[in-house]
């Protein structure tokens, strides 16, 4: 952060990249939320997703185009709080909870994760760096889209066929319980940086990676159900591993 200008540096045009990504995440998750009071679950979730591609690539762009700044920092957590938060916990609510006799429950469970994403993100303003406080090359804690695409868990079993029963409805509380303590948690958690070097390691992340493609382009919820239990189960090795 200390490195970073108030504002962006560069010609108009170079320096507002990565701003104009940003708020084509922060779109992406308005229309999210307009998906999800049009009660049209499949595009409210796909409008997420796209924003967390967003969100990974504002970043990237400020770094290669040299225009980091203040005003961009806030600018992304802005998009993100609306995007990774308070998107994906009305979506979980809306198609989840709402109108059962766990929508009380629900809500608060929702209202939690929007609560520690908030308090992730002005954690993550402070400390001005992800990797600061660890010195490792891994995430304090789950970073906001991470916490997006694992609060929609149960939307994608939801999809894959589940029946949400009440015993359903339960397990998943205390799920986005434990998302929301993930998201403000101090544990090491999986990060790009980890197989940012040529290594052998990198190139089978990579191959899995192409794995994982194909297996959203053919059986798209069963492959996000994959994708989030594999980074779950990953937490545990990380934070042996790193701490």
């Not at 200390?2 to 504002?7: I, Y």
């Not at 929508?103 to 001005?128: D, E, I, P, Q």
């Not at 406080?133 to 999809?159: C, E, K, N, R």
Request: proline content about 5%; some cysteine; charged content about 10%.
């Amino acid at each position: 952060m200390n490195s970073r200008s108030p504002w962006p540096q560069g010609g108009p045009f170079k320096r507002n990249i990565p701003n104009a990504l940003t708020i084509l995440s922060l779109c992406s998750g308005l229309t999210s939320l307009r998906m999800t009071l049009t009660d049209r679950v499949e595009p409210a979730i796909y409008f997420i997703l796209i924003a967390i591609v967003l969100d990974g690539l504002d970043g990237r762009a400020a770094r290669h185009l040299n225009a980091e700044s203040h005003f961009g920092a806030e600018l992304d957590s802005l998009a993100d709080f609306l995007c990774f938060g308070i998107a994906p916990g009305m979506l979980v609510y809306t198609f989840m909870f709402h109108g059962t006799d766990m929508s009380g429950l629900g809500w608060v469970a929702c209202m939690l994760l929007v609560v520690c994403c908030m308090l992730r993100l002005a954690r993550f303003n402070v400390s001005g760096a992800e990797t600061a406080d660890s010195g490792q090359p891994v995430f304090t804690g789950v970073p906001a889209p991470a916490i997006a695409f694992l609060a929609l868990m149960p939307i994608y079993l939801l999809q894959c066929g589940f029946i949400a029963t009440q015993f359903f409805h339960y397990i998943f509380v205390f799920y986005l319980a434990g998302v929301s303590y993930l998201a403000i948690s101090r544990i090491p958690t999986f990060s790009p940086k980890m197989v940012s070097i040529q290594t052998a390691g990198s190139r089978a992340v990579a191959v899995l990676g192409l794995v994982a493609l194909l297996l959203m382009m053919s059986v798209t919820w069963y492959a996000f159900v994959l994708l989030a239990a594999v980074y779950l189960l990953s937490i545990p090795f990380l934070a042996r591993h790193f701490r």
